[in-house]
C-alpha cells in the first residue's frame, strides 16, 4: 500500500474517532503512533512518543499560552471587566440598537483579555442578554450577537489560537499578534454596522433605549472600567513598540493583572486560587491537543500525503488567490461539523507544504484561518458559541432562534473576510509598519 494512502486513511480515521467524541489531543496522538508504527515500526512510534511531548512542552514559546490564560483569569475572577457592558451602554446610548452594540464593544476588550471566543460568549450571556431581554429587544438579535461577538476573542491578540498557529507555521507570534489587531477592530465594527443599520431599518428589532446619563456617571463608568484597557495597551503596546516578545509579555501582562487587582483591592486567596486552578486546566487541556496534533503531523510527514496533495493541488490550481479561496470553501464546510481548534490541527500538516511552495505569506494565510475558525463558532450544527449561549439561557430562548441570529453577523463575517481577502494590506500593514 502506498505511503500516502496510509495517510489518507489515517485522516478518515481522525475524523472519525472526533465525530465520535474522542477527545481531539486522544485522537489525533493514537491515531499518528498508529500511522507511524504502520510506515515504519513500533520502536519508531514508542520513541517519537517519548521526545515529541518534552520538545514540545519544553518549547520555550509555548509559556505563553498559561500566561495569558493566568491573565485572562485573573482579569475575570477579581473583576477587572465587571464595568465593560454598563460603560459601553452608557456611551453607546444614543446608537440603534444600543445595548447591541455595546455588547459587541464590551466583547472585543473582554476577548483581548481572556484570549476565549467561548469564555467571552458564556460572560455576555448572563451580563447582557437579560439587559436586552428585559428591554424588549428582538431574542434573535439579543442572542445573536453575543455568540459572534464571542468569537472576537480568537482574532484580538493575545489569542491562544494565534500562538498554536505561529508555533505550528513555525510564523512570529509577535507578527501575527500585530495582524489581528486590525482585522479585530474592523470585525466589531462591521458587527456595529451591521446592528446599527438593522435596527434603522426594522426598529422592531430593538426599541429605542431613552435613558439619560450625566456627565458625573460617565465619569464614573469610565474609572470602573480604565483597568481593562491600560492592561490591553500596556501589553500590546510593549509588543508593538519591541520592549519585550509576545512570549514575555504574557509573564507581563498576567503579573500586571494581579498588581491592577492588587491596587483595586479585589485580589484575594480566592480568586487568585481560582485563577490558578483554572489556569492549570485550561493549560493542560492545550497541551494535550497540541501533543497530539504534533504526533499527527509527524506521521503526515511520513506518510508524505502533504507532499501528494500539494503535486495534486499545484497542477489543479492557477494561482495562490484560487488556491486560498478553496481552502476557505473547505473550511466553511469543515466549520459546520468540526470546532476550531480540530480543524486548524487537522489541516495545518497538510496545507503548510503547499502554502509554502506557492509562496503564500502565513501571516496574512494565519489570520484568514482564524476569521475563517470565528465563523466556526457560529455556523450549525456544531456552532460552539450558540450552545455555550444556549447552555447559559436555558429554555428562555429557543435553539432555532439563536440560530436566526446568528445568520446576520455570519453573513457580515464573510463580507470582512472577503476584504480580508481582497486586501492583504488590512492584516499586513501594522507588522510591516511596526517592524520597519
Known sequence: MERSV?????????????????????????????????????????????????????DWNLSAVPMFLLMGYVASATGLTHGLFASARIFLGHVPGSLASATVLASAF?????????????????????????????????TG??????????????????IIFGIMADVSISRLFMAGVVPGILSALVFIGCITIGCMLTPRLAPPVHALYSRAQKRAAAQDVWPLPLLIVGVL?????????????????????????GLRRSLNKDSLRKALVDTAEGTSAIFIIVVGAAIFSRYMSYSQL??????????????????????????????????????MLLTMPLLLPLLTQMNVDLVWFGILVIKLLEIGLCTPPVGMNVYVVKSALGERVPLGTIFRGVAWFIAADLSTLGLLIAFPQISLWLPDLLSR
Open 6 to 58: 496510509i495517510g489518507a486513511i489515517g485522516v478518515g480515521l481522525a475524523l472519525l474517532l472526533i465525530f465520535l467524541r474522542v477527545p481531539i489531543g486522544v485522537a489525533m496522538g493514537l491515531v499518528g503512533l498508529g500511522g507511524i508504527a504502520a510506515l515504519s515500526s513500533w520502536n519508531a512510534a514508542f520513541g517519537i512518543a517519548k521526545t515529541i511531548p518534552y520538545e514540545l512542552i519544553g
Open 110 to 142: 473582554f476577548a483581548s483579555a481572556s484570549g476565549s471566543s467561548v469564555a467571552t460568549a458564556a460572560a455576555f450571556s448572563r451580563i447582557s442578554v437579560p439587559e436586552m431581554l428585559k428591554a424588549k429587544y428582538d431574542p434573535a438579535l439579543a
Open 145 to 162: 450577537c453575543v455568540a459572534s461577538a464571542g468569537t472576537l476573542g480568537s482574532l484580538i491578540p493575545p489569542s491562544i489560537l494565534m
Open 237 to 261: 503596546g510593549g509588543i508593538f513598540c519591541g520592549a519585550f516578545t509576545a512570549t514575555e509579555a504574557g509573564a507581563i501582562g498576567a503579573a500586571s493583572a494581579c498588581a491592577i487587582a
Open 306 to 343: 502533504p507532499t501528494a496533495m500539494s503535486q495534486w493541488l499545484l497542477g489543479s490550481l492557477d494561482s495562490p488567490l484560487t488556491m486560498v479561496l478553496a481552502i476557505a470553501v473547505i473550511y466553511l464546510i469543515l466549520g459546520c461539523v468540526l470546532e476550531s481548534v480540530s480543524i
